[in-house]
Each structure stands twice: as structure tokens, then as C-alpha cells.
């Protein structure tokens, strides 16, 4: 099957989007579609694992989130949650 035949993946909303999963190129529309979704579900504290890698993916994120109307906060997840290849958004309700 090509590339631009495969089925879409239904990818499960439960307040944590692991970023490993999608290329970078698509990392800003993974992240305002997950957002989109976790506000109509009602999750207002998401988690955003993107690695800790060389911090391409770390750096989109930030600047969707710096910007995006509905972000109260964000962070980096402390302790033994992912550190800073983890980052945390609280969403205005």
C-alpha cells in the first residue's frame, strides 16, 4: 500500500499525546488537533511528551502553546514524569 493510501489512525484522547508517534513535520497539527479534542472532552490538564532528543520537537510545541488562546500555562513535567522531554498545559476551561 502507498504512503498516501494508508488508513487513518484513531489515536486515543486521554490527556496525553506522545509525540514519538508523528514526524516532525507534523507535530504542529497533531498538537492543535489534540488540544482541539481535549477541550471538547473536557481534559484541561494534557501532557505533551515530545523527547529530549535535540529539542525540534520541544521547540514547535513551545510555540504552539506560547500562542494558542487556550493555554493557561504549560511546563516542563518535574520529577520522574519525563523531565524536560515531558511538557504539561493547563487549558482555560
Known amino acids: 500500500m502507498e504512503d498516501d493510501e494508508r488508513e487513518p489512525v484513531e489515536y486515543p484522547i486521554d490527556g496525553t499525546l506522545d509525540l514519538h508517534l508523528f514526524a516532525p513535520e507534523d507535530t504542529k497539527e497533531a498538537v492543535l488537533e489534540f488540544i ?3 477541550l471538547e472532552k473536557k481534559i484541561y490538564h494534557i501532557r505533551i511528551v515530545h523527547g529530549k532528543g535535540i529539542g525540534v ?5 513551545r510555540k504552539i502553546l506560547e500562542s ?10 518535574g520529577g520522574s514524569g519525563g523531565g524536560w522531554g515531558a511538557t504539561v498545559v493547563d487549558l482555560k476551561k
Open 57 to 61: 520537537k520541544r521547540e514547535i510545541v
Open 36 to 38: 482541539r479534542v481535549c
Open 68 to 77: 494558542h488562546p487556550h493555554v493557561a500555562a504549560y511546563r516542563h513535567e
